[in-house]
């Protein structure tokens, strides 16, 4: 079943890209899915959005070396190509860049991933921090050409102040 962010947000998507049930396309755990409209090899490059409250101490590195974990146990092979801290540390975040091998519908795969995570503190207590993550996957040749879309759609997100709390 789809899940709800811990804070509300919003954001654009990549001219193309067409939300989707999160159960219909095989991600429950996520807030949010969009699919790019051009599979490759049977396989949707895909974006997902999923978050969490996180008041305990781990850094964001620490939760993307969790997520890249988690990845592992469902996967063949995962290797973080890159791991990066963006932002300010009134907005900190943090990108990783996986290669993913794994049996997807079946089909053995080699899948690509970016992971954007930002840190949402409360204004009122800092201490209530919430983690968003949003994640590009698709297939390894299709990537490059999928990536600029991602990080157009990254710039776009942000705090949504008009939803109702």
């Not at 409209?37 to 993307?64: C, K, M, V, W």
Request: zero cysteines; hydrophobic letters at 40%; aromatic letters at 6%.
């Amino acid at each position: 079943m789809a899940t709800t962010l811990p804070v509300p947000i919003k954001f654009e998507l990549p001219e193309g890209w067409r939300a989707a049930s999160p159960d219909e396309a095989g991600a429950p755990g996520a807030a949010f899915v969009a699919l790019h409209p051009q599979p490759d090899a049977g396989f949707t490059a895909n974006i997902t959005i999923d978050g969490e409250y996180r008041p305990d101490a781990a850094t964001l590195s620490e939760l993307a070396e969790e997520s890249a974990e988690r990845l592992r146990r469902a996967a063949v092979s995962v290797d973080v190509t890159t791991r990066r801290e963006i932002g300010s540390e009134e907005a900190p975040g943090l990108t990783q860049t996986l290669t993913v091998s794994t049996v997807a519908g079946g089909v053995p795969r080699d899948l690509a991933q970016a992971q954007v995570y930002l840190s949402l503190l409360d204004v009122a207590d800092p201490r209530q921090r919430a983690i968003v993550r949003l994640v590009l996957t698709a297939t390894a040749a299709q990537f490059p050409y999928v990536l600029q879309d991602f990080q157009n759609f990254v710039r776009t997100v942000r705090p949504d102040t008009d939803a109702p709390s």
